[in-house]
Protein backbone atom coordinates (compact mmCIF):
# COMPACT_ATOMS: atom_id res chain seq x y z
CA UNK A 1 0.00 0.00 0.00
CA UNK A 2 1.48 3.14 -1.11
CA UNK A 3 -0.40 6.47 -0.38
CA UNK A 4 -0.81 10.21 -2.23
CA UNK A 5 -0.87 13.75 -0.63
CA UNK A 6 -3.99 15.31 -2.54
CA UNK A 7 -6.33 18.10 -0.45
CA UNK A 8 -4.53 17.54 3.22
CA UNK A 9 -5.39 13.62 2.46
CA UNK A 10 -3.03 10.52 2.32
CA UNK A 11 -5.05 9.12 -0.64
CA UNK A 12 -4.26 5.31 -0.43
CA UNK A 13 -3.53 2.87 -3.33
CA UNK A 14 -2.59 -0.54 -4.67
CA UNK A 15 0.02 -0.86 -7.86
CA UNK A 16 0.56 -3.98 -9.65
CA UNK A 17 2.23 -4.35 -13.32
CA UNK A 18 4.00 -2.50 -15.45
CA UNK A 19 3.19 0.10 -18.21
CA UNK A 20 0.62 2.78 -19.38
CA UNK A 21 -0.98 3.73 -15.48
CA UNK A 22 -4.65 2.58 -15.29
CA UNK A 23 -6.26 4.20 -12.46
CA UNK A 24 -9.63 2.44 -11.24
CA UNK A 25 -11.94 3.96 -8.53
CA UNK A 26 -14.44 2.01 -6.86
CA UNK A 27 -18.25 2.49 -5.76
CA UNK A 28 -20.14 2.48 -2.32
CA UNK A 29 -18.69 0.47 0.29
CA UNK A 30 -15.95 -0.39 -1.75
CA UNK A 31 -11.72 0.65 -1.65
CA UNK A 32 -9.10 -0.45 -3.37
CA UNK A 33 -9.71 -3.90 -2.63
CA UNK A 34 -12.41 -3.81 -5.01
CA UNK A 35 -11.03 -4.76 -8.02
CA UNK A 36 -8.74 -7.64 -7.09
CA UNK A 37 -10.13 -10.05 -9.19
CA UNK A 38 -9.28 -8.09 -12.48
CA UNK A 39 -5.87 -7.22 -11.29
CA UNK A 40 -4.23 -10.16 -12.94
CA UNK A 41 -5.55 -9.74 -16.36
CA UNK A 42 -5.21 -6.06 -16.47
CA UNK A 43 -1.73 -5.73 -14.99
CA UNK A 44 -0.43 -7.88 -18.23
CA UNK A 45 -0.21 -4.60 -20.40
CA UNK A 46 -1.09 -1.88 -17.41
CA UNK A 47 0.57 -0.22 -14.36
CA UNK A 48 -2.68 -0.88 -12.73
CA UNK A 49 -3.47 1.76 -10.09
CA UNK A 50 -6.17 1.24 -7.57
CA UNK A 51 -7.67 3.97 -5.02
CA UNK A 52 -9.36 4.01 -2.10
CA UNK A 53 -11.05 7.70 -1.93
CA UNK A 54 -11.22 10.01 1.05
CA UNK A 55 -12.31 8.01 4.22
CA UNK A 56 -12.54 4.70 3.08
CA UNK A 57 -10.58 1.54 3.97
CA UNK A 58 -7.93 1.85 5.11
CA UNK A 59 -9.39 4.65 6.70
CA UNK A 60 -11.72 3.85 9.90
CA UNK A 61 -14.35 6.46 9.26
CA UNK A 62 -16.36 7.79 12.60
CA UNK A 63 -18.86 9.44 10.26
CA UNK A 64 -17.83 12.91 11.05
CA UNK A 65 -17.17 15.48 10.00
CA UNK A 66 -19.06 17.16 6.39
CA UNK A 67 -16.52 16.08 3.46
CA UNK A 68 -17.85 13.29 2.52
CA UNK A 69 -19.15 14.86 -1.35
CA UNK A 70 -19.41 14.21 -4.72
CA UNK A 71 -17.41 16.74 -5.40
CA UNK A 72 -14.60 16.28 -2.90
CA UNK A 73 -14.52 12.64 -4.07
CA UNK A 74 -13.64 14.28 -7.60
CA UNK A 75 -11.10 16.86 -6.37
CA UNK A 76 -9.53 14.33 -4.72
CA UNK A 77 -9.12 11.95 -7.57
CA UNK A 78 -8.05 14.91 -10.04
CA UNK A 79 -5.31 16.19 -7.76
CA UNK A 80 -4.50 12.30 -7.33
CA UNK A 81 -4.01 11.84 -11.50
CA UNK A 82 -2.08 15.09 -11.57
CA UNK A 83 0.64 12.93 -9.51
CA UNK A 84 0.48 10.21 -11.48
CA UNK A 85 3.37 9.67 -14.71
CA UNK A 86 3.66 9.16 -17.45
CA UNK A 87 0.25 10.89 -18.02
CA UNK A 88 -2.28 11.36 -19.65
CA UNK A 89 -3.71 8.32 -17.63
CA UNK A 90 -6.82 5.63 -18.54
CA UNK A 91 -9.33 5.84 -15.75
CA UNK A 92 -12.03 3.43 -14.69
CA UNK A 93 -14.61 3.63 -12.14
CA UNK A 94 -17.64 1.72 -10.80
CA UNK A 95 -20.60 2.35 -9.89
CA UNK A 96 -20.43 5.67 -7.51
CA UNK A 97 -16.91 5.31 -8.80
CA UNK A 98 -17.86 5.36 -12.05
CA UNK A 99 -20.03 8.82 -11.33
CA UNK A 100 -16.78 10.15 -10.12
CA UNK A 101 -14.93 9.25 -13.24
CA UNK A 102 -17.35 10.33 -15.09
CA UNK A 103 -17.24 14.27 -13.19
CA UNK A 104 -13.19 14.15 -13.59
CA UNK A 105 -13.66 13.60 -17.57
CA UNK A 106 -16.04 16.65 -17.87
CA UNK A 107 -13.81 18.42 -15.76
CA UNK A 108 -10.39 17.87 -17.07
CA UNK A 109 -10.08 15.69 -20.13
CA UNK A 110 -6.31 16.38 -20.10
CA UNK A 111 -5.78 14.25 -17.80
CA UNK A 112 -7.09 11.24 -19.55
CA UNK A 113 -6.16 9.11 -22.67
CA UNK A 114 -9.32 7.12 -21.81
CA UNK A 115 -12.24 6.65 -19.81
CA UNK A 116 -14.02 2.82 -18.77
CA UNK A 117 -17.46 3.19 -16.81
CA UNK A 118 -18.82 0.25 -15.38
CA UNK A 119 -22.63 1.00 -14.69
CA UNK A 120 -21.68 4.10 -13.42
CA UNK A 121 -24.16 5.26 -10.42
CA UNK A 122 -26.09 7.96 -10.21
CA UNK A 123 -29.53 9.60 -11.73
CA UNK A 124 -30.73 11.16 -14.90
CA UNK A 125 -32.57 14.48 -14.97
CA UNK A 126 -35.35 15.10 -17.70
CA UNK A 127 -33.06 16.43 -20.65
CA UNK A 128 -32.02 12.35 -20.76
CA UNK A 129 -35.01 10.44 -20.63
CA UNK A 130 -35.22 6.42 -20.67
CA UNK A 131 -35.93 4.93 -23.57
CA UNK A 132 -39.81 3.98 -24.20
CA UNK A 133 -41.06 1.16 -22.54
CA UNK A 134 -38.72 0.86 -20.11
CA UNK A 135 -40.33 -0.36 -16.47
CA UNK A 136 -40.20 2.48 -13.59
CA UNK A 137 -37.29 1.03 -11.28
CA UNK A 138 -37.49 2.54 -7.75
CA UNK A 139 -34.46 4.49 -7.21
CA UNK A 140 -31.75 3.25 -4.96
CA UNK A 141 -31.23 6.34 -2.76
CA UNK A 142 -34.29 4.46 -0.78
CA UNK A 143 -32.52 1.61 -0.34
CA UNK A 144 -29.51 4.02 1.23
CA UNK A 145 -31.73 5.84 2.99
CA UNK A 146 -32.72 2.38 3.99
CA UNK A 147 -29.84 1.08 5.18
CA UNK A 148 -28.49 4.10 6.91
CA UNK A 149 -31.13 3.99 9.44
CA UNK A 150 -30.81 0.08 9.62
CA UNK A 151 -27.07 1.23 10.47
CA UNK A 152 -28.21 3.72 13.12
CA UNK A 153 -30.29 1.00 14.95
CA UNK A 154 -27.13 -0.99 14.76
CA UNK A 155 -27.95 -3.51 12.45
CA UNK A 156 -24.69 -3.32 10.46
CA UNK A 157 -25.38 -7.10 9.01
CA UNK A 158 -29.30 -6.09 7.62
CA UNK A 159 -27.97 -3.06 6.02
CA UNK A 160 -25.27 -4.28 3.65
CA UNK A 161 -27.92 -6.92 2.45
CA UNK A 162 -30.97 -4.52 2.29
CA UNK A 163 -28.33 -2.76 -0.01
CA UNK A 164 -26.53 -5.02 -1.74
CA UNK A 165 -30.21 -7.50 -2.85
CA UNK A 166 -31.41 -3.98 -3.44
CA UNK A 167 -28.88 -4.06 -6.60
CA UNK A 168 -28.17 -8.29 -7.24
CA UNK A 169 -31.58 -9.36 -6.06
CA UNK A 170 -33.06 -11.48 -3.29
CA UNK A 171 -30.92 -14.14 -1.91
CA UNK A 172 -27.87 -12.81 -3.18
CA UNK A 173 -25.96 -11.81 0.04
CA UNK A 174 -25.59 -15.34 1.07
CA UNK A 175 -23.74 -15.68 -1.73
CA UNK A 176 -20.77 -13.04 -1.90
CA UNK A 177 -17.69 -14.80 -0.62
CA UNK A 178 -16.22 -13.47 2.72
CA UNK A 179 -13.89 -11.63 1.84
CA UNK A 180 -15.82 -9.11 -0.15
CA UNK A 181 -18.35 -9.35 2.56
CA UNK A 182 -15.82 -7.88 4.95
CA UNK A 183 -14.45 -5.11 2.46
CA UNK A 184 -18.06 -3.92 2.42
CA UNK A 185 -18.22 -4.01 6.34
CA UNK A 186 -15.42 -2.27 6.51
CA UNK A 187 -16.59 0.39 4.66
CA UNK A 188 -19.95 0.80 6.39
CA UNK A 189 -20.21 3.82 8.06
CA UNK A 190 -19.64 5.80 5.04
CA UNK A 191 -22.89 5.14 4.20
CA UNK A 192 -23.93 7.65 6.68
CA UNK A 193 -22.26 10.25 4.54
CA UNK A 194 -23.38 9.09 1.35
CA UNK A 195 -26.91 10.55 2.22
CA UNK A 196 -25.78 14.02 2.15
CA UNK A 197 -23.51 13.25 -1.01
CA UNK A 198 -25.37 16.19 -2.72
CA UNK A 199 -24.66 14.42 -6.17
CA UNK A 200 -25.83 15.97 -9.27
CA UNK A 201 -27.98 14.03 -11.96
CA UNK A 202 -26.64 13.31 -15.04
CA UNK A 203 -27.32 16.18 -17.78
CA UNK A 204 -27.84 15.71 -21.79
CA UNK A 205 -25.03 18.60 -21.56
CA UNK A 206 -22.83 16.84 -19.20
CA UNK A 207 -23.11 13.91 -21.34
CA UNK A 208 -21.93 15.42 -24.45
CA UNK A 209 -19.16 17.20 -22.60
CA UNK A 210 -17.67 14.21 -22.67
CA UNK A 211 -14.73 13.85 -24.87
CA UNK A 212 -12.08 11.02 -23.84
CA UNK A 213 -12.90 8.12 -25.72
CA UNK A 214 -14.95 5.99 -23.36
CA UNK A 215 -16.48 2.30 -23.07
CA UNK A 216 -19.33 1.56 -21.22
CA UNK A 217 -19.90 -1.91 -19.65
CA UNK A 218 -22.31 -3.26 -17.83
CA UNK A 219 -23.53 -6.48 -16.82
CA UNK A 220 -25.90 -8.73 -18.59
CA UNK A 221 -28.09 -9.70 -15.65
CA UNK A 222 -28.15 -6.07 -14.00
CA UNK A 223 -31.93 -4.87 -13.30
CA UNK A 224 -32.99 -1.70 -12.09
CA UNK A 225 -31.89 1.67 -12.61
CA UNK A 226 -27.75 0.55 -13.06
CA UNK A 227 -29.06 -1.22 -15.97
CA UNK A 228 -30.21 1.69 -17.93
CA UNK A 229 -28.48 4.33 -17.06
CA UNK A 230 -24.95 3.44 -18.92
CA UNK A 231 -27.05 2.61 -21.97
CA UNK A 232 -28.42 5.86 -21.87
CA UNK A 233 -25.45 8.03 -21.40
CA UNK A 234 -23.90 5.72 -24.09
CA UNK A 235 -26.05 7.18 -26.67
CA UNK A 236 -25.43 10.84 -25.96
CA UNK A 237 -21.60 10.27 -25.49
CA UNK A 238 -19.65 10.87 -28.77
CA UNK A 239 -18.12 8.03 -30.14
CA UNK A 240 -19.14 6.04 -26.83
CA UNK A 241 -18.58 2.02 -27.53
CA UNK A 242 -20.73 -0.59 -25.20
CA UNK A 243 -19.89 -4.00 -24.10
CA UNK A 244 -22.33 -6.32 -21.96
CA UNK A 245 -20.90 -9.17 -20.03
CA UNK A 246 -23.15 -11.95 -20.22
CA UNK A 247 -24.78 -13.90 -16.88
CA UNK A 248 -22.75 -11.03 -14.48
CA UNK A 249 -24.40 -8.94 -12.61
CA UNK A 250 -23.56 -5.59 -10.86
CA UNK A 251 -20.13 -6.51 -9.85
CA UNK A 252 -19.08 -8.04 -12.96
CA UNK A 253 -15.60 -7.72 -12.69
CA UNK A 254 -15.83 -9.51 -9.82
CA UNK A 255 -18.37 -12.55 -11.12
CA UNK A 256 -16.45 -13.09 -14.37
CA UNK A 257 -13.08 -11.32 -14.28
CA UNK A 258 -11.51 -12.67 -17.57
CA UNK A 259 -14.51 -11.53 -19.67
CA UNK A 260 -14.57 -8.34 -18.04
CA UNK A 261 -10.25 -8.15 -18.44
CA UNK A 262 -10.75 -8.85 -22.07
CA UNK A 263 -13.07 -6.49 -22.84
CA UNK A 264 -11.38 -3.52 -20.86
CA UNK A 265 -8.34 -4.69 -22.16
CA UNK A 266 -8.96 -4.69 -25.97
CA UNK A 267 -10.06 -1.32 -25.34
CA UNK A 268 -7.47 0.37 -23.85
CA UNK A 269 -5.23 -1.22 -26.50
CA UNK A 270 -7.07 0.20 -29.49
Not at 35 to 59: A, N
Not at 152 to 170: C, M, S, T, V
Not at 197 to 205: F, G, K, M, N, S
Not at 213 to 240: D, F, K, N, Q
Request: proline share 6%; glycine share 10%; charged share 20%.
Amino acid sequence: MQSFRVNGYDMAYLEVGDGPPLVCVHGTLGDFRTWYSVLGPLSKSHRVISVSLRHFFPEHWDAVGDDYRVAQHVADMIAFIEQVRPAPVDLMGHSRGGHIAFRVAQARPDLLRKLVLAEPGGDLDASLPVPEGTPAYPPLAARTARSVEMIRAGDIEGALQNFYEGIEGDGSWRRVPAAAKQQLRDNTLTFLGQINEQRRPYTLADAQAIRTPTLLIGGGATTGSLSVMWRVLAEHIAGARTAVIANAGHWMFEQAPLEYGEEVNRFLAE
